[in-house]
């Protein structure tokens, strides 16, 4: 199985390449104060690509993208996940986090609880710390600051992981689950509402996607990453701004079918539109590092 905490992935565009310092034995990394975290020593390490992340440059031609999925799935883990706790709660205590070490902290002695099971959203406006508290539940960023407990297996889905490889349907979805057999890739499409649209493909499951091969649309593609993203069984699935660059009744429609679709797993939603809100159990506003509580059941 293949995680997004088991996979490489760079800082998100517009952050600059920061060190990634790990946090001390008791689970706490140094203290953030002024910008900076006490001992940071510029040390630079390279995460690993998201389920379904394009490779650096873009999209790539058959061969390199068949040969990029083998060399994906044959990849050992570059950190061992973190355990979960036995009810699958999530705590995030005094959080500090972000990119640069040389810049203020995109999170600052920020507080979270994701009880198993739940729906939360976090809103705010793009480059407001969402992105950067998703890398640091998925592994790929480690914090200055404060303690995180409780992650198990999490899955990001979101514009830069819901890249489609030129390759087959199946092959696309296998990158989660290698061993998927074509029943449970049929019932995960059918899970995102994309059991109609497979339907209408020329070879099913084998149809050919990207170069040379079949389109597919914006929210189709973020509804083929979900697919793949709950072939990977995920403890925390995250949703990052899920619904961007769609018109409103396609939001609300793809918002619909993703929550759904995620029933049974804990969710935490990023975003900074209203879609899907009216389903979460609490919301929080991310505003200069911290939360504050909107609306809760």
């Known amino acids: ?105 995109a999170l600052r002695d920020l507080d979270l609880d994701l009880p198993a099971g739940s729906r939360i959203a976090v809103l705010g406006p793009s480059g407001g710390g969402k992105s950067t508290l998703a890398a640091v539940l998925a592994g790929l960023l480690d914090p200055r600051a404060g303690t995180v407990t409780g992650v198990g297996r999490t899955v990001l889905v979101g514009d830069e992981t819901d890249h489609v490889f030129a390759s087959t349907v199946r092959e696309n979805l296998r990158l989660a689950r290698p061993g998927a057999t074509d029943g449970e890739l049929h019932a995960a499409l059918a899970r995102v509402r994309l059991d109609g649209w497979l339907a209408q493909q020329p070879d099913g499951l084998g149809s050919w996607l990207g170069t040379g091969g079949g389109t597919i649309s914006g929210g189709q593609r973020r509804r083929l990453a979900t697919a793949r993203a709950l072939l990977a069984a995920p403890d925390l699935l995250i949703l990052d701004e899920p619904t961007e660059g769609l018109d409103e009744a396609g939001a609300e429609a793809l918002m619909d079918d993703l929550l759904a679709a995620s029933a049974g797993h804990t969710v935490l939603l990023l975003t900074h539109r209203t879609d899907g809100l009216d389903q979460v159990d609490a919301r929080f506003e991310l505003h200069d590092g911290r939360l504050a509580v909107t609306a809760a059941r």
Do not use: K, M, N, Y
């Open 1 to 105: 199985d293949v995680s997004s905490s088991e996979l490489p992935h760079p800082p998100p565009p517009g952050a600059e390449e920061g060190a990634r310092r790990p946090p001390s034995r008791d689970g706490r990394a140094g203290q953030c104060r002024d910008g900076f975290a006490e001992g940071d020593d510029g040390e630079q390490q390279h995460g690993r690509p998201l389920v379904g992340q394009a490779a650096a440059g873009g999209p790539q031609g058959g061969a390199g993208d068949r040969t990029r999925l083998a060399e994906i799935a044959a990849e050992p883990p570059a950190a061992s996940p973190r355990p979960a706790s036995p009810a699958g709660d999530v705590r995030l205590r005094g959080l500090c986090a972000g990119w640069d070490p040389g810049r203020e902290p």
